[in-house]
């Protein structure tokens, strides 16, 4: 129960996000960071090890949005991890979240999530990150440093590496986010690599 109770908590800093925003149109897709203040952020700090919340605007012909993590293991691409789709209007926020869960041995607690037009969706699973989980495993994140530019339809959010072993570990490159299928040498030395990505749809999944 912890678990969801720390995602109502993030939901809220969305709710209070949401009633604070300025009434601004969109001919395109915007995404960009949040802007929280202090107390939204010792908030975030003190329920998940760590967390993203973007902001977007969009078109009103984008009538929803799918946010999901594509996770890469030395290199090779594996899976799709907590594939949400969600109804949106125009704004909102997409949050991503993840906490150590103490009722699962070495398992990690992952959160996606989407609020807009006063309705909120959101997804939960355990993901076990490595073979012994993150038991000596170093990490990196960071967001896309893109976000100045406009966003396509589909679009990385941000990204989790992780390392066993000694070691240096470094944040992706800008190549990376530009090209990443041409940039999968770069990610083998690392166990797990999570992508955040988004992607926006004029229609409606059946």
């Given at each position: 129960m912890k678990k969801f109770i720390w995602i109502?908590?993030?939901f809220l800093?969305?709710?209070?996000?949401?009633?604070?925003?300025?009434?601004?149109?969109?001919?395109?897709?915007?995404?960009?960071?949040?802007?929280?203040?202090?107390?939204?952020?010792?908030?975030?700090?003190?329920?998940?090890?760590q967390s993203f919340i973007f902001d977007f605007k969009a078109d009103p012909s984008y009538k929803e949005v799918e946010l999901w993590l594509d996770k890469y293991e030395f290199g090779k691409k594996t899976e799709k991890v907590n594939h949400l789709i969600s109804d949106i209007k125009e704004k909102g926020y997409l949050?991503?979240?993840?906490?150590?869960?103490?009722?699962?041995?070495?398992?990690?607690?992952?959160?996606?999530?989407?609020?807009?037009?006063?309705?909120?969706?959101?997804?939960?699973?355990?993901e076990r990150i490595g073979e012994k989980g993150l038991k000596n495993m170093s990490s990196v994140w960071a967001t896309n440093p893109f976000f100045s530019e406009q966003v396509k339809e589909e679009i990385i959010l941000s990204s989790i590496c992780y390392k066993s072993g000694d070691g240096s570990m470094h944040s992706l490159s800008e190549d990376f986010y530009r090209d990443v299928e041409g940039n999968l040498e770069t990610i083998k030395k690392y166990d797990a690599v999570y992508l955040l990505k988004a992607k926006f749809n004029k229609t409606k999944s059946q």
């Amino acid at each position: 129960m912890k678990k969801f109770i720390w995602i109502f908590a993030i939901f809220l800093v969305l709710s209070y996000l949401a009633g604070c925003s300025n009434e601004q149109t969109s001919t395109s897709i915007k995404v960009n960071e949040s802007d929280l203040s202090e107390r939204e952020e010792a908030i975030l700090l003190s329920t998940a090890e760590q967390s993203f919340i973007f902001d977007f605007k969009a078109d009103p012909s984008y009538k929803e949005v799918e946010l999901w993590l594509d996770k890469y293991e030395f290199g090779k691409k594996t899976e799709k991890v907590n594939h949400l789709i969600s109804d949106i209007k125009e704004k909102g926020y997409l949050m991503f979240a993840i906490s150590k869960d103490a009722g699962e041995q070495e398992m990690s607690v992952f959160n996606v999530g989407v609020f807009s037009n006063g309705g909120t969706s959101a997804l939960t699973n355990a993901e076990r990150i490595g073979e012994k989980g993150l038991k000596n495993m170093s990490s990196v994140w960071a967001t896309n440093p893109f976000f100045s530019e406009q966003v396509k339809e589909e679009i990385i959010l941000s990204s989790i590496c992780y390392k066993s072993g000694d070691g240096s570990m470094h944040s992706l490159s800008e190549d990376f986010y530009r090209d990443v299928e041409g940039n999968l040498e770069t990610i083998k030395k690392y166990d797990a690599v999570y992508l955040l990505k988004a992607k926006f749809n004029k229609t409606k999944s059946q």
